[in-house]
């Protein structure tokens, strides 16, 4: 797993996260406080549900995940979702899907419906749902221009709309692959030569803010520069910087009218510059919605890292058949033979740790992964996948401080509510004591160091990673 696939994963979470949580303000005033994911709004979401926003970006990263990205194909997907009766649906996607007899017919419906209104066919319904495109053609712009307009037409005939996906697929691009927030501009020279100016003139106004300027936002221009605006004007902090993601998901939801797309749209470029690890654990646990198959079971977070994963490796599973195998312990057991290791923490007999064949059929009422796993336990109920390599370099965690902060905190609130937590990784050596001493830290007020030093006298192999040490220590000194 590189940071570049954690970044990949974040694109989907992020759009999905910024989602649910605008979604039970939206055309409401704007909450006084933090927003939540409080479900409600037009399709009486449950908390943590995503919207069509989200379900339609899943029907892109649904074709995306099989290595291909036909316009075709996802109109068919959109076509399967439309007609199995989806609780929301926006007014110009459902005037053209409506139309369509078959997915052939449904870019030419879109197109007929701009010529039938030429000044209201440029929503901000393709914008939403554009970031899977980026995914799928990572480091091609010409490629990812021509396939972020192409899907953007089936259902948004209007240039204006294509143009946007464009800009917002560069952005995403490079905040993959490159770590910055300001790719947007690198996308003016994908467009037409003639309309450069109209954009880079719309993307000044967003820098210029206030992100409350641009409200309504049921138009693709507004709603890209709010999504800019809630992104640029919100302060990176100096400490865990990847809260950023969380303080500007609450600003694009504060800015009013539109408020799961806009946080949806901002959201899909917070998750691909800061990453999967940096959406908080409850946020992943309470993430679920329909799939592109809208009548089957609802999908969760793993669900998404998987769609996203398989979508920039060009629909390729890794060696050890990740993120699509059932089990990884055939996997695992060749590289790392261990037996099967689960025990309870001595200050907590509510928390257990065990290595990957130890969690392996043990009950508990969350089980908190700290490796890759396969399909059969990701998505099990009451489990959280967290994105964190066992690498001696802090490059490779860069949301590491947040990341134990943020489980040591869930933790804890877990056991007061009574709910025993299993938390492994592959042979309990690292990751496993070093977020079992996070939570000793947090618990019981210990110095990073000395919940370590706990730790290693507890369990039978613990390896000392100097990375991991140093983040516990700055946490809780």
Known sequence: MSWDLARCAGV???????????????????????????????????????????QMAVCI??????GALEPVEVAARFLAWYRSGPADVGIQTRAVLSAAHDSAEVAVRAARYFEAHPHG???????????????AHLGHDEAL??????????THADPLAGEACVLWCIAIDRAVRH????????????????RRAFWADRLAEAQQGPPSRFSPNGYVVPALQAAIAAVWHTPVPKEMPCRHLQ?????????????????????????ARWGASALPADWQLALHGKPGCYGHADYLASDLVRLAVLAARGGQPDSSGWPVAESLAGFYDS???????????????????????????????????????????????GHLAVWLLDLDDPAANPNLEFVLSDLAVSISRW???????????????????????????????????????????????????????????????
């Not at 910024?18 to 449950?46: C, N």
């Not at 908390?47 to 989200?54: A, F, I, M, N, Y």
């Not at 990263?61 to 099989?66: G, H, K, P």
Request: aromatic share 4%.
């Open 247 to 271: 303080h500007a998901l609450q600003a694009a939801v504060h800015i009013g009218d539109d408020t799961d797309t806009v946080a949806a749209i901002a959201g899909g470029l917070l998750g």
């Open 335 to 381: 590289h790392w033979p261990s037996r099967p290791l689960l025990q309870p923490l001595e200050q907590d007999e509510g928390i257990l740790l065990a290595n990957y064949a130890g969690a392996l059929g043990a009950r508990a009422d969350l089980v908190v992964s700290l490796c890759r796993t396969g399909s059969g336990l990701s998505g099990a109920d």
């Open 61 to 66: 990263a649904e074709e995306a995940a099989t």
């Open 179 to 194: 770590g910055n927030l300001d790719g947007i501009w690198e996308g003016l020279d994908c467009l037409a030569p003639n």
């Open 415 to 477: 056991r007061d509510q009574g709910k025993t937590v299993l938390v492994h990784c592959v042979q309990a050596e690292c990751r496993t004591p070093t977020v079992a001493a996070a939570y000793l830290a947090e618990r019981c007020g210990m110095s990073g160091e000395s919940a370590l030093a706990t730790l290693r006298g507890q369990l039978p192999r613990t390896s000392r990673d100097a990375a991991f040490a140093s983040a516990l220590a700055r946490r809780w000194p």
């Open 145 to 154: 221009a021509e396939a972020a307009q192409a899907i953007s037409a089936l």
């Open 121 to 135: 066919a440029a929503g901000n319904g393709s914008l939403m749902r554009t970031a899977p495109v980026a995914l």
């Open 12 to 54: 989907l979470l992020g759009l999905a996260a910024g989602d649910a949580l605008g979604a039970g303000y939206e055309f409401r005033t704007p909450p006084s406080a933090a927003a939540a994911m409080i479900g409600g709004g037009l399709g009486r979401w449950e908390p943590g549900e995503w919207t069509d926003d989200t």
